[in-house]
């Protein structure tokens, strides 16, 4: 599976299932960034979630003193992704099934689950790389997801990034899958204004034909490779 900025990716073994920041190493290419074509109203997730992240992020990571070191790099092909899903830590499984199901059933790939990001890194970046290195960010809406203080983070944030970045638009999609759903009355109000991908529908196919359209992913592509083009020359000048 192709991740961004990555050839060949595999699940580690230390998702999202184990501790924040305790896992192996996974090298990593460029990271991929998006930048509206208005730069005086762009805003990375970073910049929006400076002044709150340090109370939401995973204990481990906020008592750490020191980031980890940066695993050499090796040249590999860099790709958009299609989707990025992002789930509770007992959801990795549920988050594995949508993945394949949209993938293998839809044809909609590559894409990715949150448990698939580098776990070596600081959590904040592999937000930050996930949704802007995806044209559409997916949120698994289960029982756990309103229990886990991360996700609750991960969904204000990529809601604020749909709304300061105009190709981000409509972007953000949330899914409440066939295994413990969050019942619509207990989904907080900013996402009940998004209407819902419901696996359990009659419609769902309709649905993800609607919302998953190549034309939209193409636009986010060419924007994100424009991105990357210019970030790179600057690092060289």
Not at 13 to 27: A, E, F, N, R
Not at 30 to 36: F, I, K, L, N
Not at 130 to 149: H, P
Not at 190 to 205: D, M, Q, W, Y
């Amino acid at each position: 599976m192709l991740i961004m900025g990555v050839g060949k990716s595999k699940i580690d073994p230390c998702p999202l299932s184990l501790p924040w920041g305790k896992s192996p190493s996974v090298d990593m290419s460029q990271r991929p960034h998006e930048a509206d074509s208005k730069k005086s109203n762009d805003i990375s997730l970073r910049d929006i979630a400076e002044h709150s992240h340090g109370a939401l992020m995973p204990s481990g990571e906020r008592e750490g003193t020191e980031a980890p070191e940066e695993v050499p790099e090796e040249d590999e092909e860099e790709v958009f992704l299609k989707f990025v899903i992002l789930h509770a830590e007992d959801d990795t499984d549920e988050a594995l099934r949508v993945q394949n199901l949209l993938q293998n059933d839809f044809g909609i790939k590559p894409g990715i689950i949150f448990a698939e990001m580098p776990c070596g890194r600081q959590h904040l970046q592999n937000l930050d790389d996930a949704v802007n290195g995806s044209a559409w960010t997916i949120l698994l809406l289960t029982e756990n997801f309103l229990r886990d203080t991360w996700c609750k983070f991960q969904f204000y944030t990529s809601l604020m990034n749909s709304v300061n970045r105009q190709h981000k638009y409509n972007s953000v999609i949330p899914l409440r899958p066939l295994n413990n759903p969050l019942p619509r009355e207990r989904t907080p109000f900013a996402l009940r204004t998004i209407n819902a991908l419901e696996e359990e529908s009659r419609g769902f196919p309709t649905q993800v034909e609607r919302i998953f359209q190549e034309s939209v992913y193409k636009i986010q592509q060419s924007i994100w490779k424009e991105t990357r083009t210019t970030l790179q020359r600057q690092s060289i000048a």
